[in-house]
Nanobody, 120 residues
C-alpha cells in the first residue's frame, strides 16, 4: 500500500485548499478510503470516508458542510476539498485506506501526510 498526499499549505481563515492522494499497491477501486488528521499535541481524528464507488460518504461533525471528499477510480486518486477553513483545522492530513474510525488504528495504511496551516 502506497499513499502519497499533496496540496497542503498555509491559508488564511475562510480560505480553501484541495488535497490530493495518489494511491498504488492495491486495488483502489475496491477500497473504502478516508482522510484523517492530527493536530499538534493531539490524537488523530477521522474526518471523512468514501465508499469504493463513491455512493456512500460520511463526515465528522467538525468538518461536515465545509469539506468534500471525492475520488477518481480511473486515476487512483482521492481528494479532499476544504472550504471555510478555520484555525482549528490546522493539522497534518493523511490519506488512509479503510473506513471510519477503525482507520485510526492502522497507521500502516496511511500516507506520509501533508501539512495544512490556517492562520492570519
Amino acid at each position: 500500500v502506497q499513499l502519497v498526499e499533496s496540496g497542503g499549505g498555509m491559508v488564511q481563515p475562510g480560505g480553501s485548499l484541495r488535497l490530493s492522494c495518489a494511491a498504488s499497491g492495491f486495488t483502489f477501486s475496491y477500497a473504502d478510503m478516508s482522510w484523517v488528521r492530527q493536530a499538534p499535541g493531539k490524537g488523530p481524528e477521522w474526518i471523512s470516508t468514501i465508499s469504493p464507488g463513491g455512493s456512500r460518504i460520511n463526515y465528522a461533525g467538525s468538518v461536515k458542510g465545509r469539506f468534500t471528499i471525492s475520488r477518481d477510480n480511473a486515476k487512483n486518486m482521492l481528494y479532499l476539498q476544504m472550504n471555510s477553513l478555520k484555525p482549528e483545522d490546522t493539522a497534518l492530513y493523511y490519506c488512509a485506506r479503510g473506513a471510519g474510525t477503525v482507520t485510526l488504528d492502522n497507521r500502516a495504511y496511511w500516507g506520509q501526510g501533508t501539512q495544512v496551516t490556517v492562520s492570519s
